[in-house]
C-alpha cells in the first residue's frame, strides 16, 4: 500500500481531475504490476489505515483539521498532493 501511495501521489498531483477509481489507480496497478484498480485501492486504504492507528496528532494536525475519524482515501491522497504541489 505504501508503495503504491508513492507511486499514485505524483501522479494525482499533476493531475487533480482525474478520478480515483476510473483512473489513478488502474494506473498504478500498471506501473505496479498489479491485479487490478481494486487491489490498489484496497492497499492505498490499508496503508492510511495503519498510519492513522500510529500517527502523531501533531503532524496529522498540520495536514488535517482535527478529526477522530480515518480520512478517506481520497481526503488523505488529495491533502497530501496539495502539499506536494508546494
Same mark, same amino acid.
Given at each position: 500500500?505504501?508503495?503504491?501511495?508513492?507511486?499514485?501521489?505524483?501522479?494525482?498531483?499533476?493531475?487533480?481531475?482525474?478520478?480515483?477509481?476510473?483512473?489513478?489507480?488502474?494506473?498504478?496497478?500498471?506501473?505496479?504490476?498489479?491485479?487490478?484498480?481494486?487491489?490498489?485501492?484496497?492497499?492505498?486504504?490499508?496503508?492510511?489505515?495503519?498510519?492513522?492507528?500510529? @500517527? *502523531? +496528532?501533531?503532524?496529522?494536525? !498540520?495536514? &488535517?483539521?482535527? @478529526? *477522530? +475519524?480515518?480520512?478517506?482515501? !481520497?481526503? &488523505?491522497?488529495? @491533502?497530501?498532493?496539495?502539499?506536494?504541489?508546494?
Amino acid at each position: 500500500g505504501y508503495r503504491q501511495l508513492c507511486i499514485a501521489l505524483p501522479i494525482f498531483a499533476q493531475n487533480p481531475q482525474q478520478l480515483l477509481t476510473k483512473e489513478l489507480y488502474p494506473t498504478v496497478a500498471r506501473l505496479c504490476r498489479c491485479k487490478d484498480g481494486r487491489s490498489v485501492e484496497h492497499s492505498i486504504r490499508k496503508a492510511i489505515q495503519a498510519a492513522w492507528r500510529h @500517527r *502523531d +496528532i501533531a503532524i496529522w494536525r !498540520k495536514y &488535517f483539521s482535527v @478529526r *477522530d +475519524i480515518c480520512p478517506t482515501n !481520497k481526503e &488523505f491522497i488529495t @491533502r497530501i498532493a496539495k502539499h506536494l504541489e508546494l
